[in-house]
């Protein structure tokens, strides 16, 4: 599988996750169902399938286009530019 554009972008190394949780979740009192990790810059925050969708949201905000899944033995990733699943 070739690589979308968005991901030679990326920072090398991958960036530092900025929390352990979605913050946006937290301050809200709502529970994330599953994590997610911006590869740009480290933002965690919550999947589509929880209630606010921050990851897609701080896509939208900032275009940031490459996610991970930040789930423990999860190494996926997804380009919302490209709605594709990357390995």
Request: aromatic letters at 6%.
């Amino acid at each position: 599988m070739i690589e979308c554009p968005h991901c030679a972008e990326l920072p090398r190394p991958e960036p530092a996750p900025l929390s352990k949780t979605c913050t946006e979740c937290a301050a809200a009192g709502s529970h994330p169902v599953q994590l997610r990790l911006c590869l740009v810059c480290g933002h965690v925050g919550c999947c589509d399938s929880s209630p606010h969708r921050h990851a897609t949201a701080h896509y939208e905000e900032t275009g940031h286009a490459v996610m991970r899944s930040f789930e423990p033995g999860e190494s996926w990733r997804w380009c919302y530019v490209d709605r594709r699943l990357l390995p």
